[in-house]
């Protein structure tokens, strides 16, 4: 089959390792163990920073995201499999096995949802990880209620707003009945993020805005760094008291990276209140399933950037790094699917 897989050398004098995408056209293809699931692969996405991450395997194919067709499923796991042959879905992959830059890939019932019918297979290959991060930010670690409407009253504040994991949360933080505050730079961003249902936004460069925004319940920081410290500030609560929830995502988070955000000793001084934590984002087609309904019933959009065959992976993945333009870079296996 046709892949992607990340080439690794490592320079005898200085010892530096040098990584990246090659497009190959005899890759093997994927067998199945017992509970997996093949994927033909339709689309799948550029993830920023995928070079930086280490593996165990050699060679490995990079890609997490992934819609696509089953093509064929091993159904002797444990795990009972309801799908079958066929099917549209689309899933986040576990990292532990090769990804998605494939004409195949392998999943497990477990990571699959089908494809929300109302979005086509590109919009769909743009969703999986940035979506689940912002549930799981949400629902899971920031204590909302996952229904329609069911947080009235609620305050929301998502610093970088109008990026991969932000446009997802202010979406479904605004689905879930909250009040939606983001940060922004620009008009363009400002007019994007107010029509997707963002109640107020806040210029990050003409303003400081932790002296903004104030109380609020949840604050999902996707920016790290610098913003992250200054986030702190924006969360509710008063000494003596417990506060809101500060969720950090951004793995470029300086000295309040996921091991040190409880170390932070000056903001946790300050603001003793505060709820910090970090995680990473679990595959789950449950949770899939769920933001698929809600994509059905109008309340999600997906915005892609641009759209490259899977042969111009490296190309996609320089474009990425810039960090120029809104939405996702989605990769194709080509015309023949």
């Known amino acids: ?11 005898s004098t200085t010892g530096n390792t040098t990584r990246k995408f090659v497009y190959e056209t005899s890759v093997p293809k994927p067998s199945l163990s017992p509970g997996e699931v093949l994927i033909r692969v339709h689309a799948t996405t550029i993830i920023r920073d995928e070079l930086k991450w ?79 991060t912002a549930y799981q930010a949400l629902f899971v670690h920031g204590g909302m209620t996952p229904a329609h409407n069911s947080n009235p009253g609620t305050k929301v504040l998502v610093t970088g707003a109008a990026g991969g994991v932000g446009v ?36 990050y460069k003409a303003c400081r805005f932790e002296e903004e925004v104030k109380d609020a319940d949840v604050v999902l920081d996707t920016v790290g760094g610098e913003t992250l410290r200054r986030a702190w500030a924006c969360v509710k609560g008063t000494a003596g008291e417990d506060g809101g929830v500060l969720v950090a995502v951004a793995t470029d988070s300086g000295p309040w990276s996921p091991n ?3 170390g932070d000793v000056e903001n946790k001084k300050k603001f003793p209140w505060v709820k910090p934590l970090f995680f990473i984002v679990e595959p789950s087609g449950e949770q899939l399933g769920i933001i698929g309904r809600i994509v059905d019933e109008g309340g999600m959009k997906a915005p892609v950037q641009k759209v490259m065959e899977l042969r111009e992976a490296a190309e996609a993945y320089e474009l990425a790094e810039s960090a120029k333009g809104r939405g996702k870079i989605i990769l194709t296996v080509g015309d023949d699917l």
């Open 168 to 203: 997802f949360a202010v979406q479904l933080a605004k689905w879930a009945g909250a009040h939606v505050i983001g940060t922004a730079s620009s008009a363009g961003s400002k007019q994007f993020l107010e029509d997707i249902g963002t109640d107020e936004v806040v210029d």
């Open 1 to 11: 089959m046709r892949a992607v897989r990340i080439h690794s050398t490592t320079d």
């Open 260 to 262: 040190s955000l409880e």
């Open 54 to 132: 280490p593996s165990d395997r050699d060679l490995p194919i990079p890609g997490h995201d992934v819609s696509g067709v089953v093509a064929e499923v091993n159904g002797l796991g444990t795990v009972p499999c309801t799908f079958k042959p066929g099917d549209a879905v689309y899933a986040r992959t576990h990292p532990s096995r090769d990804g998605t830059f494939a004409e195949y890939t392998v999943t497990t019932p477990t990571e699959l949802a089908l494809k929300p019918a109302n979005i086509d297979f590109i919009q769909a290959a743009s969703m999986p990880t940035s979506v689940l």
